[in-house]
């Protein structure tokens, strides 16, 4: 069974700055993807980022594209989403996801463990 736990959210000047942490409980870490996703209030889920499993390759949609940065500590189960520049349209709950992969192609949905979320709030 696989956990994740999101923490790090919270509310913020626009320009501001959040980084998102996902600890994940697992006994094998290092071949999965992971990803952040997020729910604007009244809208549908939206990819934000995502990561090998090797930490090499990663993602971003357009919309936080040169503003957040995805990383991963392999060692300490931990994926971490830095958040800088902020804007009012990032107001959202932010999902931490875990999907069993074994190469750098990681998809862009449908993976298999979800965390509960956390709320980032940015006021203009």
């Known amino acids: 069974q696989v956990q994740l736990m999101e923490s790090g959210g919270g509310s913020v000047q626009a320009g501001g700055s959040l980084r998102l942490s996902c600890s994940v409980s697992?006994?094998?870490?290092?071949?999965?993807?992971m990803g952040w996703f997020r729910q604007p209030p009244g809208k549908g889920r939206e990819g934000v980022a995502r990561i090998s499993p090797d930490g090499s390759t990663t993602y971003y949609s357009n919309s936080v594209k040169g503003r957040f940065t995805i990383s991963r500590d392999n060692a300490e189960h931990t994926t971490y989403l830095q958040m800088n520049m902020l804007k009012s349209e990032d107001t959202a709950m932010y999902y931490c996801?875990?999907?069993?992969?074994?190469?750098?192609?990681?998809?862009?949905?449908?993976?298999?463990?979800w965390g509960q979320g956390t709320q980032v709030t940015v006021a203009s």
């Open positions: 996801a875990f999907k069993h992969w074994y190469n750098s192609d990681c998809p862009t949905d449908d993976y298999d463990y």
């Open positions: 697992t006994y094998y870490y290092t071949n999965n993807c």
